[in-house]
């Protein structure tokens, strides 16, 4: 039984190296603004930073950092791609990650054009996200105004509650409730 416990945690110790070995490729990304990244591996999985305003809906899959930022990753191949709202060309790099090895991206987004110079202003009107998270979302998507919908009771049910002191209104059909009228 001793011989058993002490194989076991030798071979537990062998993994534990092992898998430190295989994550200790460095990558820093060094971006002056706030953008939105997209860092995929080659099965499609995206990889964030810790610290990051993670999305993850359907297809869609990304991350909103203020800045650059640094991480460990498996070895491997990669695709980054930056964006920065519309006005932006996006940034690509590929990045094959090796055990033992760092590499740092300097990313530079080139504007093609400036609308709000021409009088133009960006906005999204539908956003489920936090309050908090917002300031860094609009810059992020070079967005002018980005109204919030905090409360998400239309994608899958009622996630909250009404007000305390909420009524129904007498005719029916309550958006706070998901009444419908009669």
Request: proline share 6%; charged share 25%.
């Amino acid at each position: 039984l001793r011989k058993t416990v002490v194989a076991i945690a030798f071979a537990a110790l062998a993994l534990a190296e092992t898998s430190a070995k295989e994550r200790n490729f460095k990558l820093t990304v060094e971006a002056i603004e706030p953008t939105r990244f997209y860092l995929d591996d080659s099965n499609g999985q995206l990889w964030a930073p810790d610290g990051a305003i993670r999305y993850a809906r359907g297809d869609e899959k990304h991350f909103v950092v203020k800045g650059g930022f640094e991480m460990p990753l498996l070895a491997g191949a990669y695709t980054l791609i930056a964006e920065r709202g519309l006005e932006y060309r996006p940034f690509r790099a590929t990045i094959e990650a090796r055990a033992g090895e760092e590499r740092k991206i300097h990313v530079v987004m080139n504007r093609w054009i400036d609308m709000n110079r021409l009088g133009w202003y960006s906005g999204d009107l539908h956003n489920h996200r936090r309050p908090e998270d917002m300031p860094v979302l609009l810059l992020a998507e070079d967005l002018n105004l980005a109204p919030t919908l905090a409360d998400s009771i239309w994608e899958n049910g009622q996630n909250s509650s009404p007000p305390k002191n909420h009524r129904c209104h007498p005719a029916g059909g309550c958006d706070a409730c998901l009444q419908r009228p009669r």
